[in-house]
């Protein structure tokens, strides 16, 4: 194909293609027609790219015209630039580089990168180039990225800066002001108080270790040699006590910064003994003990707040400061012991089984820990408990007037064993923590039940042979009395011997002990009962014959509160015992077998004994004046109000005893109750005529002396006898 067709051909072909060029250019220009947002590009007529390192809301390619590029930062979530180690990633507008963070410089000397793989940074070192700008009472001390200013060892920060800052400012730690307690007079407290001075004028922060010996020597010497502070009153001794305590808590404090980090005990030659911890502060727990106690807290309790320097915790076990504490009162929780001890506690009589340990720490806020504090406590003295004795944890709490006093509250006790006995706190808002133990019992009011009881079975013991042995007496009125201090006498005895469960679990012994005083004390209510019963007789019934039969008098005096006992016991047997005394349960109503009985028959008693006197002055109304009969008048009258006394006043005024808080009301019916049978006595025998003359010859026959000698006053009292025979026998010599 050469020659002249050939080249035609060839140029051609070269316009067509030309000609199709421009028809694609043509087409081009009018696809980018559509204009696109900032930060793209045009991709075809209907359609724009996002610049590298932007974004649309529709992804890299949209449609939009109204959509716009926005600059992805590549330093956030979700897909953040992995820069490295001590590193920051910048954003830039469609892009980011890599940084050293402040305090680190790249080894490379490339200031900007793009991944870890290019990072070299390393931390500088502030403080050994003289960049830090740490005051001159501190001490630079270089941190990964930064650096700190510490104070020195003996310093603290002056008010207003913290350690560790980079502003931090520091002084000398000095001895803290501490002075004699005001209003207390005494040269041994005034002596000791001078050689506090001293050791202030001479105290420097490297000697602290030697000042806190000294000052525990001091402390020792002045409890062990307390010459006139034995004077002292207890509040007095009380408010020397609360003073050594919290000056002690913050000498120690204060002087302990001074000292090194790490762990300090001492033990002087008296027992006392200081063992305390300086440590940075951190997580964890630590133990801080010796031979006295031992105490476990968390880092963080120990740390004050706003300081970042080294914490501070230490615990002081001193023996001789028990001098000061004796006799202390004891703040008890009255309402948690209510419900232990079901019965109101009105105090307890302390006594220390441990040494006082006083505990200080960095942080001065304790009223309420974030954790709890756990102590052991060694017993120096293993002490028997008795029934409603136990073994407490309470601390030295001191009120608003500079005194003290011993707490329980947010203290309890975990365990006890091996000789020691653990326990945990809520708070250490005390001076102290300490051992101790109380006797639920009131010993005032326990020593008037003894001595009363024991009296009053004396007395119901002489009644009783008094109403066997004296014939001259006898009738159904002194039957009555017989079987009615029979009742009392086993019930009374029951009850002294045991009322008390000490073993704590509820036992056949102490139902038992509980079946018979329900039984006893129900019995000599209806033996009370009969005596009004046989009062009404005597009194309404006059000169109409007896009352009622020996036979039945027996039945109902022994067989009513039989068949009551004996259904409670088949109905409820486990209202017999209580966990801590051998009487009913208070659960399900079942006092109620008793209270119940007992409130019919006083209040019956007492209709009969209104009813016999109202009688009493209607019959004898109609009477002719009478100096005889008037002495009736007198002797019956006396007997009937002396019986609602005996025999219904003692018991209506347990049964009103509803409030157990009420001290005075708990008093007096113990009294009453217990002199019951003094009060028998008295009524039934000394005032009797002819129980006083029996009485006569029955010393008359002992101290051998002939019993004519008083034969002109037994013909009288026949005479008397024989004048009064129309009422009865029994009552001839009243």
């Known amino acids: 194909m050469g020659g002249p067709h050939g080249g035609l051909f060839l140029l051609f072909h ?21 204009r696109c947002p900032p930060n793209s590009s045009c991709v075809n007529g209907t359609a724009c790219r996002c610049a590298p390192g932007f974004i649309s809301s529709s992804g890299e390619i949209f449609t939009d015209p109204l959509e716009s590029c926005d600059d992805i930062n590549e330093c956030g979530p979700p897909s953040a630039v992995d820069c490295g180690s001590s590193a920051d990633c910048l954003n830039t507008e469609g892009g980011y580089y890599c940084t050293c963070s402040p305090g680190y410089e790249p080894v490379s000397g490339a200031a900007v990168f793009r991944n870890e793989s290019e990072n070299t940074c390393r931390g500088k070192n502030e403080c050994s180039s003289g960049e830090h700008r740490c005051h001159n009472s501190t001490v630079c001390v270089n941190t990964a990225g930064s650096y700190r200013c510490h104070c020195r060892q003996g310093w603290e920060p002056k008010p207003g800066f913290g350690d560790k800052q980079k502003n931090t400012t520091c002084k000398e730690i000095s001895f803290p002001l501490w002075t004699a307690p005001p209003g207390i007079k005494s040269q041994r407290l005034s002596a000791f108080f001078e050689r506090v001075q001293k050791m202030s004028r001479d105290f420097k922060p490297a000697t602290a270790k030697k000042s806190m010996q000294d000052l525990v020597r001091s402390v020792d010497d002045l409890l062990k040699n307390s010459g006139d502070l034995e004077s002292l009153d207890q509040p007095s001794k009380h408010v020397t006590a609360t003073h050594l305590l919290s000056g002690l808590e913050e000498t120690l404090r204060t002087l302990a910064k001074a000292i090194p980090k790490g762990s300090f005990t ?68 009255l309402e948690k012991l209510k ?68 707490a329980t509250s947010g203290c309890w006790k975990m365990g006890s064993g091996n000789g020691s006995i653990t326990c945990q706190c809520s708070h250490l808002s005390s001076f102290a923590i300490l051992m101790a133990h ?33 014939r001259p007496i006898q009738g159904s009125r002194t039957t009555v009395h017989l079987h009615l201090c029979i009742c009392l006498f086993v019930g009374s005895a029951i009850f002294l011997a045991g009322i008390e469960n000490e073993g704590g679990e509820v036992g056949t012994r102490c139902r ?86 007992v409130t019919f028959i006083v209040l019956g008693n007492a209709i009969i004994f209104v009813i016999t006197v109202w009688k009493l002055t209607q019959k004898f109304s109609e009477i002719n004046p009478d100096i005889k009969k008037l002495k009736k008048v007198r002797v019956l009258t006396i007997t009937a109000i002396a019986q609602l006394f005996v025999l219904g006043c003692t018991w209506v005024f347990g049964l009103l005893l509803f409030d157990p808080e009420s001290w005075v009301l708990s008093y007096i019916f113990s009294i009453l109750n217990c002199l019951q049978g003094f009060f028998l006595f008295v009524l039934y025998c000394l005032l009797n005529k002819k129980v006083r003359e029996e009485y006569r010859r029955w010393a008359c026959m002992v101290a051998g002396n002939r019993y004519s000698e008083f034969a002109t006053t037994t013909s009288g009292s026949g005479s008397s006898h024989n004048q009064t025979q129309a ?5 001839s010599g009243m």
């Open 339 to 406: 419900e232990t001890y079901e019965s109101p506690v009105r105090g307890a009589k302390v006594t220390l089984l441990s040494a006082v340990s006083s505990v200080f720490l960095s942080n001065t806020n304790t009223e309420k820990l974030d954790s709890n504090v756990s102590f052991a406590f060694t017993l120096h003295e293993q002490p028997e408990l008795k029934p409603r004795q136990e073994l407490i944890c309470a601390f030295w709490k001191k009120d608003s007037n500079g005194n003290g006093s011993w």
């Open 512 to 597: 038992l002990v509980a079946v018979l005083l329900h039984y006893c004390f129900l019995a000599a209510f209806c033996w009370m009962s009969l005596e009004g019963v046989e009062l009404y007789f005597l009194v309404v019934r006059v000169f109409q014959g007896q009352g009622l039969r020996k036979l039945w008098l027996c039945l109902i005096g022994y067989g009513v509160p039989l068949l009551i006992v004996g259904i409670s016991a088949g109905a409820y047997s486990k209202g017999y015992g209580r966990e801590k005394f051998c009487w009913l349960n208070f659960e399900g109503g079942f006092l109620w077998s008793f209270v119940g009985p």
């Open 727 to 731: 009422l009865r026998p029994s009552e």
């Open 266 to 333: 001492y033990r002087s030659d008296d027992g006392t003994e200081l063992s305390l911890v300086v440590q940075e502060q951190g997580k964890g727990n630590v133990t801080v003990g010796q031979s006295h106690a031992r105490m476990l807290l968390d880092w963080t309790v120990a740390a004050a707040a706003g300081e970042s320097g080294p914490s501070v915790v230490g615990i002081l076990s001193s023996q001789n400061m028990k001098k000061l504490l004796a006799n202390a009162s004891l703040k008890l929780d």
């Open 14 to 34: 070269v316009l067509c293609f030309l000609l199709t060029l421009s028809e694609v250019g043509s087409q081009n220009s009018k696809a980018c027609a559509l």
């Open 438 to 470: 109380y006797d639920v019992e009131d010993p005032k009011l326990a020593l008037i039940t003894k001595v009363g009881l024991a009296l009053s079975l004396a007395c119901l013991l002489l009644c009783i042979l008094t109403f066997l042995l004296v």
